[in-house]
């Protein structure tokens, strides 16, 4: 079974236009995705921080972390409530935090068949793993 997750990386916190969408098929969980940033961090496919742009960024990620079809890919902004999720995460670069990471989770399906979330918890990627210690595959 896997647990599947959206992350949005976002250049503006308030735009969506500013937002790259990714879906992940595999390891969605808090632990699992925070590993995967981490990796396209030290993979060196995106610019180095403090420089952030969503969509680079989005782009590195999946090549980072691709290991086969289907397990990581972009999806459209404008498509996302159409796609499945277990936890959806919007990800940015703040300059005086790093990376900071909101975590939110599938509420189920509205009158319109379209997925909705709630956002539980927002802070640093480096506490990430803190907010989720009991939640993995």
């Not at 250049?11 to 990796?39: C, F, L, M, R």
């Not at 961090?41 to 680079?56: K, T, V």
């Not at 990376?99 to 918890?121: F, M, P, R, S």
Request: glycine fraction near 6%.
């Amino acid at each position: 079974m896997s647990t599947n997750a959206i992350i949005f990386f976002q250049s503006d916190e308030t735009s969506e236009p500013y937002s790259s969408g990714v879906y992940q098929h595999w390891d969605g969980y808090p632990s699992g995705v925070q590993a995967t940033i981490n990796k396209t961090i030290e993979s060196g496919l995106a610019w180095e921080l403090p420089r952030f742009e969503a969509d680079e960024f989005a782009a590195a990620f999946i090549a980072a972390n691709k290991k086969k079809e289907g397990d990581y890919r972009h999806i459209d902004t404008s498509t996302m409530y159409n796609q499945y999720f277990d936890f959806i995460y919007f990800v940015q670069h703040d300059d005086d935090l790093g990376i900071t990471v909101t975590v939110g989770h599938n509420t189920g399906a509205n009158e319109l068949d379209k997925y909705t979330y709630q956002c539980n918890w927002s802070g640093t990627l480096d506490d990430l793993h803190v907010a989720y210690p009991n939640v993995a595959a």
